[in-house]
């Protein structure tokens, strides 16, 4: 799950909530299925992440497969998050 592999990184990194503090670009979004296989969420995933002080957080993705009518499938390519979070 997310927060095991949050919980990973915090233990081996030590990381603080001013660690995360700002606004990150997303080089990758991968997906790991229940069967432990882990595929890329589209041929060019891409986002922004964005870390506040308060422990709120927010994410926008895109996957980059959107080629050709976006506006029918844009349901399929982009993913919005937002919420809380905590080290």
Request: with cysteine; charged share 20%; aromatic share 10%.
């Amino acid at each position: 799950s997310m927060n095991t592999e949050v919980a990973k990184m915090n233990e081996k990194y030590q990381l603080k909530k001013e660690d995360l503090l700002g606004s990150w670009k997303l080089l990758a979004f991968k997906i790991t299925s229940p069967n432990g296989l882990t595929k890329n969420w589209g041929p060019n995933s891409n986002g922004v992440l964005i870390y506040e002080k308060s422990g709120h957080m927010s994410t926008s993705i895109n996957s980059g497969a959107c080629l050709d009518d976006c506006a029918a499938n844009i349901d399929k390519n982009i993913l919005f998050y937002a919420g809380t979070y905590e080290l």
